[in-house]
């Protein structure tokens, strides 16, 4: 069975990262999920926008932080990827939200701190508890909105496991108890994590794992012999079933 599809910050292999241009396109994929990043706005909204600067992607400068909703809205989000997304918008939770209802989940990656109360808050005025899954990094933050929201899905990122290695019983063991600690249902493991013998251990306990972020079809092949549940992808259309041995 083919994992299930996930577009990493929309299809942003062909479209500019966390926009409603790459949102559409990765519906146009008819992918599973859509994952995205949220961080706070000076005045509190919620923007998608992966890393704390809006240096990157837009051809504004300075923290996120540091900007209000409306001033954000002024940046171009698009012209970095292509002249054809010239004005694309760096996007706040609730137009993606409207954009992928009933069309794919949104796999909404927390980025910081102090966004728990914010985000449920977003959920619930929108009706959105089944539209999404959480994960994050943050340990803490997972565990927090877990005990908050309990009916909500969330997942534990990981870049390696917190003791051992990928291939060994140890490094598999701490791997699920880091997820079942915080209160998460599946692990968002890093490509380099990803072995048969760790994704085994985590579905012996009903632990699926999801990988990012994958591209290459020989990638894609390894993490489906290892039996992994999903693939985040920036090419996400690449993910196929002949790709199954």
């Not at 990122?157 to 600690?181: C, H, K, M, T, Y």
Request: glycine share 6%; charged share 25%; net charge negative.
């Amino acid at each position: 069975m083919i994992p299930l599809r996930i577009a990493h910050r929309g299809a942003s292999g062909v479209a500019p990262e966390n926009t409603l241009a790459a949102f559409r396109r990765a519906l146009e994929m008819n992918v599973d999920l859509i994952e995205t990043d949220i961080r706070a706005t000076s005045d509190g909204e919620i923007a998608l926008l992966h890393d704390e600067s809006v240096n990157r992607t837009t051809n504004g400068e300075g923290p996120l932080r540091e900007w209000t909703l409306e001033r954000l809205r002024t940046l171009d989000a698009g012209s970095w990827k292509g002249p054809e997304f010239a004005g694309e918008t760096v996007p706040t939770l609730e137009e993606a939200l409207s954009v992928t209802r009933d069309r794919a989940v949104l796999l909404i990656e927390v980025k910081e701190p102090k966004l728990e109360d914010r985000l449920l808050d977003v959920l619930d005025r929108t009706d959105s508890m089944n539209q999404v899954v959480v994960q994050s990094f943050d340990v803490e933050i997972v565990r927090k909105l877990s005990e908050k929201e309990p009916k909500l899905s969330y997942g534990l990122l990981l870049s390696n496991p917190p003791e051992g290695d990928a291939n060994s019983p140890e490094g598999a063991a701490s791997v699920l108890q880091a997820i079942r600690e915080c209160g998460a249902q599946f692990g968002g493991l890093s490509g380099r994590m990803i072995t048969p013998l760790l994704v085994s251990h985590l579905k012996r306990y009903a632990v699926p794992v999801w990988v990012w972020t994958l591209n290459e079809p020989d990638h894609f092949r390894t993490a489906i012999q290892a039996g992994v549940a999903g693939i985040i992808s920036d090419y996400p259309e690449r993910v196929t079933a002949d790709l199954i041995p």
